[in-house]
T-cell receptor, first 117, second 110 residues
Framework: KAGVTQTPRYLIKTRGQQVTLSCSPI?????VSWYQQTPGQGLQFLFE???????NKGNFPGRFSGRQFSNSRSEMNVSTLELGDSALYLC????????????????FGAGSRLTVL | DAKTTQPPSMDCAEGRAANLPCNHS???????VYWYRQIHSQGPQYIIH???NNETNEMASLIITEDRKSSTLILPHATLRDTAVYYC???????????FGKGTRLSVIA
């Protein structure tokens, strides 16, 4: 079965621009989480969506936003890009999400590598 | 903040078992232990998880101490393709995301 698909895989933007990244979860998975990975800060949680609702949000400024569609596909948007936004952005999907009373196994995509010049 | 402590790096000879330790001394009764790994520039890959009992799957074994304050991930026959950063994560069920620490960089040497 197909894994988590992220597009685009690589992109270059300039400061002040905005960017939209897309994530298609595994079929049947209703939860999508987004993470940012940089060499200095490691993997940091951005937000999680479940059934089109944001369930959790990490400690990122309001320039970072996301949404989820009825087919569980998700997008994240970063506005007014800064040099420090250069990172690998990872999407992960799971069946039940963080609301589960049991284990919640995430499957990650390959990521979108954003370079801000 | 991550609730686990892992050594920053380890080496393992190819073909030998790799034993990766993780300390989670503040773990509470309903918190799961998860292991993921990340091969350079790829997305993290789920390996295994457990609550109280030892677990084994096709990739690895997870040994959790009786007091649950530490665990060990065992790759029984390490290959060069197992070279990666391994993350041990403790997470409560409920409305909390996976929080990644710095992990252990495992280098498998021929």
């Amino acid at each position: 079965k197909a894994g988590v698909t992220q597009t685009p895989r690589y992109l270059i933007k300039t400061r002040g621009q905005q960017v939209t990244l897309s994530c298609s979860p595994i079929s049947g998975h209703r939860s999508v989480s987004w993470y940012q990975q940089t060499p200095g800060q490691g993997l940091q949680f951005l937000f999680e969506y479940f059934s089109e609702t944001q369930r959790n949000k990490g400690n990122f400024p309001g320039r970072f936003s996301g949404r989820q569609f009825s087919n569980s596909r998700s997008e994240m948007n970063v506005s007014t890009l800064e040099l420090g936004d250069s990172a690998l952005y990872l999407c992960a999907s799971s069946l039940v999400g963080t609301g589960s009373s049991g284990a919640n196994v995430l499957t990650f995509g390959a990521g979108s590598r954003l370079t801000v010049l | 903040d991550a609730k686990t402590t892992q050594p920053p790096s380890m080496d393992c000879a190819e073909g030998r078992a790799a034993n990766l330790p993780c300390n989670h001394s503040t773990i509470s009764g309903n918190e799961y232990v998860y292991w993921y790994r990340q091969i350079h520039s790829q997305g993290p890959q789920y390996i295994i998880h457990g609550l109280k009992n030892n677990e084994t799957n096709e990739m690895a074994s997870l040994i959790i101490t009786e007091d649950r304050k530490s665990s060990t991930l065992i790759l029984p026959h390490a290959t060069l393709r197992d070279t990666a950063v391994y993350y041990c994560i403790v997470r409560s069920p409920g409305n909390t995301p996976l929080v990644f620490g710095k992990g252990t960089r495992l280098s498998v040497i021929a």
